[in-house]
Nanobody
């Protein structure tokens, strides 16, 4: 498995942008699809975006489509989430995860510790 460390969260205003990074340790990074999930207080963890092992295929939750972009750099063993036009409802702890090319939490085997994103109105 890989170890994952997220960074880049913070407090921003509605309409601002943030870029989250997730650095992976281990030489097997490219063998995993990667995903971003988020969890708001009192809610279940939900899928945000996913990217295939090669980076060719991506998909997004409807709530973020057109605003967020997932990418990865296998040479740097890092996955990114560019978040534009942020809304207060995007406020959550964001987690990156390594596993299958899936939208289900159960299909990911390694998780980061999470990074807080807070969007004020």
């Amino acid at each position: 498995q890989v170890q994952l460390v997220e960074s880049g969260g913070g407090l921003v205003q509605a309409g601002d942008s943030l870029r989250l990074s997730c650095a992976a340790s281990g030489r097997t990074f490219s063998s995993y699809a990667m995903g971003w999930f988020r969890q708001a207080p009192g809610k279940e963890r939900e899928f945000v975006a996913r990217i295939s092992r090669s980076g060719i295929n991506t998909s997004y939750a409807d709530s973020v489509k057109g605003r967020f972009t997932i990418s990865r750099d296998n040479a740097k063993t890092t996955v990114y989430l560019q978040m534009n036009s942020l809304k207060p409802e995007d406020t959550a702890v964001y987690y990156c995860a390594a596993g299958s090319y899936s939208v289900r939490v159960a299909d990911f085997v390694s998780w980061g510790q999470g990074t807080q994103v807070t969007v004020s109105s």
